[in-house]
């Protein structure tokens, strides 16, 4: 059985023959975001229906300042859920 400590070295291992590359070398350049302002129904949405399992969130003039993951999305539903069972 491997251990979480195996694995990590491994892992150690393959980073150590990266050949010098560099992290903007395998960055997504222009990455799907949403703004603080939209709606956590269309966030979800592109959560749901494509690969992405995270967002960046930017403000107005595009600065970084968070980012929604799809566990986000799970927890807010469920806190909705909640809310509306106890209403009832």
């Known amino acids: 059985m491997t251990t979480c400590v195996q694995t990590f070295n ?21 990455p799907v975001v ?27 003039e595009g600065k970084l300042v968070g980012i929604i993951t799809r566990g986000n999305v799970v927890r807010a539903a469920l806190q909705i859920k909640r809310a509306n069972e106890t209403k009832a």
């Open 10 to 30: 491994e892992v150690q291992k393959l980073l150590s023959k990266t050949n010098g590359k560099l992290v903007g070398d395998l960055m997504t350049p222009a």
């Open 34 to 60: 949403v703004r603080e302002s939209t709606n956590l129904e269309d966030a979800a949405r592109i959560l749901l229906e494509t690969k992405y399992r995270r967002l960046p969130v930017v403000d107005s």
